[in-house]
């Protein structure tokens, strides 16, 4: 919520206490300090309630690593900058890095550092959100064997799901052993050979390669279509480039592979938007064995973060106890607790359906709402939540509406959709620390 | 992966009232990239019909298609093909193997896709191949009644093609595939 916008506001109504929260208090930015001192960290009381280290994410979001050439939309408010938070940068960078540096990560601690913000530097995000998705274990000598596993398996998944039938067929018939000189043949009428288990393009046959890969055609047009649409803002995904189209290409299969593993759900609109932050992180590594390994590691950890969601993209739950309408109506009901008068307005006064906002803020985890590298910020604390990114997801999207209150009760139906739909900029570490405090 | 599709002399609606329901069954829309007529359809809507299962139709003239406006003959590249298009009644004697290198000689393809006789057959010789993709319909010719419909369809890939041949022997379709490979850095 900018702080000089203003429309033909009501009388004041009693102001609540975190909406004149020193944060808000713009200061000029201070040049960016390169390195990390250590040193001056003992001043620093480390609390998770204080907002000097709470907003580590926002600094670090406001400046990001350059690796992948991103374009940043315009979005998170005003970074606020002062001495004593660029040490307790250093703090909550030395803080991250020494869990991530322990044998036996203490998972419990590392979502509690990382619901603070995780450093943008030295590829600790990716490390962090791989441990935080249960991708990578606890202890750190498993490390290796895991990854290699996994990868393997992902290979594995790949040349069985995106075949190509004419190699299909070449192989099957290097198999049965024909003969290299009927293909050479000089003249003379060729001869015509039985082909195997009905398998010839037409074939209608569920059995028939062909048939398999025609039918995958439409799957994967469906996807190209999604990914081609993917933050066309950000050379990452939609540049020019041979590298964004490698990345392009990498987001197709990994959403072809899972759509073929998965035919309960196949693939929504929608998915690869949950997917790419997971990808953009895991490729952006700063260690270059990890970003080479990228796909598979998104692979998975897309898998996994989705488990929780997938009812959310399967239409034939909408209406049951876990699918988006039980959802949002948890919102609804959460929204309720916390503001009676809002939650008034909006049902009854101003007649907005949560549907109409609240589908896209859940089913895509918010990443469509806010800049990309702020919803990374909100993805670290998204993942971190011991008790499930759901519970703090409507917490977050809870603290939007409340951040917008006297807008909300200002309007009608017309400008609170308008208002919902296209929310506008606010500071990530602001909301957060709002919807931290929401119980 | 390139499938082409090679039908002719459908004769509809003289001698034939429509293709066989069992290939009707396997021809549908999104599969094929290229349709090759040689000709004789006979009449526009077959034309149609044929536009519907893929855009790309090339047809020659036969002797009995109402369009006058189709070319005797056509050649197209595909890949690293070069496929060329001629009914055939215009080749004298019909169906000898040796004019039709001629022709395709002439025209400098490598695949020459021709018709007239409603016999299947697919020659090679050092020009290349020839292609008859036999009727369709199964119509009778000018030669003899005792026709099986049958049509072609072709899968290059590359140097390599895989010509896929659908037969409707007493009512069941019988495919069979031919294989052959252009020689490296023949033109």
């Not at chain 1, 490390?127 to 990578?136: A, D, T």
């Not at chain 1, 099957?172 to 082909?195: C, N, P, S, T, V």
């Not at chain 2, 056509?74 to 004298?92: E, N, P, R, S």
């Amino acid at each position: 919520m900018a702080a000089g916008s203003s429309s033909s506001m009501p009388p004041p109504k009693p102001v609540p206490a975190w909406l004149n929260s020193a944060a808000w208090a713009s200061k000029p930015r201070s040049p960016v300090r390169s390195s990390y001192s250590f040193k001056e960290i003992g001043t620093i009381q480390r609390d998770k309630s204080a907002p000097p280290l709470a907003e580590i994410g926002a600094q670090e979001d406001n400046h990001p690593s350059s690796s992948s050439g991103g374009t940043v939309r315009g979005g998170g408010g005003g970074g606020q900058q002062t001495d004593a938070l660029n040490q307790a940068r250093g703090n909550g960078f030395e803080a991250s890095s020494q869990q991530l540096s322990r044998r036996r990560i203490h998972l419990a601690e590392l979502q509690r550092l990382s619901s603070q913000g995780i450093p943008d530097s030295a590829s600790i995000r990716a490390i962090s959100w791989k441990v935080l998705l249960g991708y990578l274990p606890k202890n750190q000598d498993d490390w290796a064997t895991e990854l290699a596993k996994k990868r393997a398996e992902y290979l594995i998944f790949r040349n069985e799901m995106i075949i190509n039938p004419s190699e299909v067929t070449r192989r099957k018939e290097q198999m049965e052993a024909m003969k290299a000189a009927d293909m050479e043949a000089k003249e003379g009428l060729l001869l015509r050979h039985e082909i195997t288990h009905n398998d010839h393009p037409l074939s209608l046959g569920s059995s028939s390669v062909w048939h398999q890969f025609f039918q995958d055609t439409e799957l994967a047009e469906q996807i190209n279509r999604d990914v081609k649409r993917t933050h066309p803002d950000m050379d990452f995904f939609c540049g020019p480039t041979a590298y964004a189209y490698e990345n392009q290409e990498a987001l197709k299969r990994i959403l072809f592979i899972f759509a073929k593993l998965n035919p309960g759900i196949r693939y929504v609109q929608g998915m690869n938007e949950v997917l790419a932050p997971l990808y953009y992180v895991f490729k952006t590594d700063k260690d270059e064995d990890n970003a080479a390994h990228a796909e598979e590691d998104a692979f998975f950890c897309f898998v996994e973060l989705l488990s929780d969601f997938r009812d959310h993209f399967c239409q034939q739950l909408d209406n049951s106890a876990v699918g988006i309408r039980s959802t949002i109506a948890q919102l609804n009901a959460l929204l309720r607790r916390q503001d009676e008068e809002l939650w008034r307005h909006l049902e009854y006064t101003s007649k907005v359906n949560p549907q109409f906002y609240a589908f896209r803020w859940i089913t895509l985890l918010l990443t469509q709402e806010f800049s990309f590298f702020d919803s990374l910020r909100l993805w670290d604390s998204l993942l971190s939540n011991p008790d499930g990114p759901l519970e703090i997801l409507l917490r977050v999207c809870c603290a939007m509406l409340l951040c917008e209150r006297s807008r909300l009760l200002a309007g009608d139906f017309t400008t609170n959709l308008k208002l919902l739909q296209h929310y506008p900029a606010v500071d990530m570490q602001h909301l957060l620390r709002v919807a931290d405090g929401l119980s | 992966m390139v499938l082409v599709l090679a039908l002719g002399d459908l004769h509809i609606p003289h001698r034939a009232t429509d293709l066989p329901a069992k290939f009707k069954s396997m021809l549908v829309p999104g599969k094929i990239q290229h349709i090759l007529s040689p000709g004789n359809l006979c009449i526009k809507e077959v034309h149609d019909y044929l536009k519907s299962l893929c855009g790309d139709v090339h047809i020659t003239r036969g002797e009995y298609d109402d369009d006058s406006r189709y070319p005797e003959t056509k050649q197209l590249t595909i890949g690293a093909f070069k496929l060329g298009i001629c009914h055939g009644h215009q080749v004298i004697p019909w169906g000898d193997l040796e004019s039709l290198a001629m022709l395709q000689r002439q025209l400098d393809v490598d695949i020459l896709i021709t018709g007239h006789t409603h016999q299947f057959k697919a020659y090679k010789h050092e020009g290349g191949v020839i292609i008859n993709p036999g009727s369709a319909t199964g119509a009778y010719s000018s030669i003899t009644y005792d026709i099986n419909p049958s049509f072609v369809l072709m899968d290059i890939d590359g140097l390599r093609v895989v010509v896929y041949v659908y037969e409707l022997i007493d009512g069941e379709v019988k495919v069979d595939k031919i294989d052959f490979k252009k020689a490296q850095g023949s033109s």
